[in-house]
């Protein structure tokens, strides 16, 4: 069984910073790819960033030069570092992973999501 449990998240004033961290846990072969997405209040989930086997990135043009998405390989963890939050970023956001089990096919596994609020 796989598992993907997110933490990080907060409250954190405008202009601040974050930095969420992503587990996958359990009997995995391989990760294709690890992902970020958030869901805003009453607005449909979007992609924030991804980051492949081989380190590629892709970040949503409104975090470009804001984010930077990492991982451990060794440790299975993604990390999304937020700098200069803006209230527009508050959302709950989720982490997804592209694994290849140990045992079955790939599929693709999302985490529980984690709060992340920037007011004042």
């Known amino acids: 069984q796989v598992q993907l449990v997110e933490s990080g998240g907060g409250l954190v004033q405008p202009g601040g910073s974050l930095r969420l961290a992503c587990v996958v846990s359990?009997?995995?072969?391989?990760?294709?790819?690890m992902g970020w997405h958030r869901q805003a209040p009453g607005k449909q989930r979007e992609l924030v960033a991804t980051i492949t086997e081989n380190g590629s990135t892709n970040m949503h043009n409104g975090v470009k030069g804001r984010f930077t998405i990492s991982k451990n390989a060794y440790e299975n963890t993604a990390y999304l570092q937020m700098n200069d939050l803006r209230p527009e970023d508050t959302a709950v956001y989720y982490c997804n992973a592209r694994v290849f089990p140990r045992s079955g096919s790939w599929s693709v596994y999302w985490g529980q999501g984690t709060n992340v609020t920037v007011s004042s």
């Open positions: 359990g009997s995995i072969s391989k990760i294709a790819v």
